[in-house]
């Protein structure tokens, strides 16, 4: 698991973000309308989006697996390769 995971008081655990709030949203802006988005794609659309923000492949997919452990998005396989999705059950903040 890559989310730093702290538990407070009560005992009660909580899964914190690795991913800084620019990139975070930039990564759920790529998205733009789509309903599914292939992993590839989703990098490309990030780094045209951010205009190049130096993030390689391997942290970019570190940070889709924490959006995904704290429930923003949603990983599957489509056509035999992986794909992410909004979770539909999140209403992100941003938008």
């Known amino acids: 698991m890559n989310a730093r995971i702290?538990?407070?008081?009560?005992?009660?655990?909580?899964v914190l973000s690795i991913v800084p709030p620019m990139i975070e949203d930039a990564i759920m802006l790529s998205f733009g309308h789509a309903i599914i988005e292939f992993e590839a794609t989703l990098y490309e659309k990030f780094l045209h989006l951010t205009y190049g923000v130096v993030v390689t492949c391997d942290?970019?997919?570190e940070y889709l697996q924490n959006m995904e452990e704290r429930g923003l998005?949603?990983?599957?396989?489509?056509?035999?390769?992986?794909?992410?999705?909004?979770?539909?059950?999140?209403?992100?903040?941003i938008y």
């Open 59 to 61: 942290e970019f997919k």
């Open 6 to 14: 702290v538990e407070t008081p009560t005992g009660e655990r909580i």
């Open 73 to 93: 998005i949603v990983s599957s396989e489509f056509l035999g390769k992986r794909c992410w999705s909004w979770n539909p059950e999140m209403k992100p903040d």
